[in-house]
């Protein structure tokens, strides 16, 4: 494994993870790591939709607690998005399977850890919860920690009953039609120092305006969706975490500093139970979307919870 400095710069490091082709040509994911020497844990981080790893500060918690930390850019975003491919885009969740397998060996078997946390946000939470489902048995993962998943579309259950036979059937016959986006670009305002925010990030790599939104996807997304519903059995303790209050605004209001602008928090809550037998929902009061990003008082309450979880269900690691 040759691994070079990462985007971020030391002491970051990044490693390409060439992974089989698809219908549009070569693909790799990539592996972003800061190690801790001697650490015998290490947390993997994977990303929501439209985004990239960037949360320096998540990574500190991290090590300074004796953690290595990971982060996997998915295939088709980030860092791992290359030019002829279409942003985000896979047939089936089940395709990201093979990026987080290969990380998890580097992170096991190469670089020796004997304990790991995975930690999804968004859509990297739905992805991370059912990989863990289709992985157990396999003692792989010790703990699950979920940062607002995407277990539902924002949507009411009505508008969401009605609408997924149409997008599955577009989904199959076509599967990279582009559909309207309804990206809120509010969000990503407050969020990036820029416009309203107070962090720094990459505006090519996360837009506000996001990307194309593709038929195929988003038949993949409700497909995983379906599987919630009906119930997973991951066999690791679960911390789902979400905001109290959510937000559905086309223009800029003060409230998008303190709820979820993007999913319905009280929906992710009632889902979390699905997940398996041993799963904690926290609620975060005025938490935004990505809760590491929220304000000063919303951050704390994250990180206070997250150490409390880690000290009861992971007290192994």
């Not at 801790?36 to 290490?42: D, F, I, L, N, Q």
């Not at 998943?149 to 009605?162: G, Y």
Request: charged share 20%.
């Amino acid at each position: 494994m040759e691994f070079r400095t990462d985007i971020l710069g030391e002491p970051y490091e990044a490693v390409d993870l060439p992974l089989r082709p698809d219908e549009e040509g070569a693909v790799s994911a990539t592996l972003v790591r800061r190690l801790v020497p001697g650490a015998e844990r290490a947390v993997l981080y994977v990303h929501g939709y439209v985004d990239y790893f960037f949360q320096t500060h998540l990574a500190d918690h991290f090590t300074a607690a004796g953690w290595s930390f990971y982060a996997l850019d998915l295939r088709k975003y980030g860092r791992s998005l290359k030019a002829h491919q279409s942003p985000n885009f896979v047939r089936d969740l089940s395709e990201y399977d093979e990026e987080l397998d290969e990380a998890v060996r580097i992170i096991r078997e190469l670089d020796g850890h004997r304990h790991l946390l995975v930690n999804g946000h968004s859509t990297g939470g739905l992805v991370t919860a059912l990989w863990a489902d289709r992985r157990t048995g396999r003692g792989l993962v010790d703990g699950l920690f979920l940062n607002s998943p995407f277990l539902s579309m924002p949507a009411a259950p009505a508008v969401r009953t009605l609408g997924a036979p149409a997008v599955g059937a577009l989904g199959r016959l076509a599967a990279t039609r582009k559909l309207p986006a309804p990206i809120n670009p509010h969000y990503v305002h407050s969020l990036h120092r820029d416009h309203r925010g107070s962090w720094d990030f990459d505006l090519q790599l996360k837009p506000a305006e996001g990307f194309p939104l593709y038929a195929g996807w988003l038949a993949a997304i409700q497909r995983g969706h379906r599987q919630v519903r009906q119930g997973l059995t991951v066999d690791c303790p679960i911390l789902l975490m979400a905001s109290t209050a959510s937000i559905s605004t086309s223009k800029w209001h003060p409230a998008l500093h303190k709820s979820d602008a993007v999913l319905r928090a009280d929906d992710i809550a009632a889902l979390g139970p699905r997940l398996g037998g041993n799963v904690t929902v926290i609620r975060i009061e005025g938490g935004v979307h990505d809760l590491v990003l929220s304000g000063d008082q919303a951050r704390t309450q994250v990180f206070t919870e997250l150490d409390r979880w880690l000290t009861a269900y992971l007290p192994g690691a």
